[in-house]
């Protein structure tokens, strides 16, 4: 039974540039949240999705959308990149929000130079 | 708003000795808490929850953890512990239809 899978595993890219990240949930969950780890810190929040559409939304500006598909999977927009968004990109499946434990992927180490 | 706190950022301990991680939580409705473990260079793994019934919880590689409701914590804990133990490890909290919040994380040594 396959986990959640993320692409790419690392990726780097200019300032300035648009960025997409990819996910696929594990077998049998509905739900996609994406988290940003930066160095040394905690994961922070980004958006989740359900049913296609987000339902929730963390501190992050519009630069950063998504998009979940009818298969569950799901996609992470980064637009006018800044250095800042340097992270890893995680990736979490669940069922509904998420209440009960995540599945993670092994994340996309994203530098922007 | 819900948040988690965790006490210690780094925690050195030796080989076979007892460990306790600490986290605080914060939440306005009844929450459900959650530990994390990360190694190197991968994603999170989910080590123990407390979702409701018995406060204390325990995972199948030896950690423990007890809700405690009129403190507000949710301490990680273990006997003893493995080098194999090495890792980063996450407090997190999701209350009512809110997000799960994750703390900064204790990177836990353990020292041969």
């Known amino acids: 039974d396959a986990g959640v899978t993320q692409s790419p595993t690392h990726l780097i890219k200019t300032r300035g540039q648009q960025v997409t990240l990819r996910c696929s949930p594990k077998?049998?969950?509905?739900?996609v949240s994406w988290y940003q780890q930066a160095l040394g810190q905690g994961p922070q929040f980004i958006f989740q999705y359900y049913e296609e559409e987000e339902r929730q939304r963390g501190n992050f500006p519009d630069r950063f959308s998504g998009h979940q598909f009818p298969n569950y999977s799901s996609e992470l927009n980064v637009n006018a990149l800044l250095l800042g968004d340097s992270a890893l990109y995680l990736c979490?499946?669940?069922?509904?929000?998420?209440?009960?434990?995540?599945?993670f992927g092994s994340g996309t180490r994203l530098t922007v130079v | 708003a819900q948040s988690v706190t965790q006490l210690d950022s780094q925690v050195p301990v030796f080989e076979e000795a007892p460990v306790e991680l600490r986290c605080n939580y914060s939440?306005?409705?009844?929450?459900?808490l959650f530990w994390y473990v990360q190694y190197p260079n991968q994603g999170l793994q989910l080590l123990l929850k407390?979702?409701?019934?018995?406060?204390l919880v325990e995972s199948i590689n030896g950690f423990e953890a007890e809700f405690n409701k009129s403190q507000t914590s949710f301490h990680l804990r273990k006997p003893s512990v493995h080098i194999s133990d090495t890792a980063e490890y996450f407090c997190?909290?999701?209350?009512?239809?809110?997000?799960?919040?994750f703390g900064i994380g204790t990177k836990l040594q353990v020292i041969p």
């Open positions: 077998s049998g969950h509905d739900t």
């Open positions: 979490a499946s669940s069922l509904w929000q998420g209440r009960k434990g995540y599945t």
């Open positions: 997190a909290v999701s209350g009512g239809y809110q997000k799960v919040t």
């Open positions: 407390y979702l409701s019934g018995s406060t």
């Open positions: 939440s306005s409705v009844s929450v459900y």
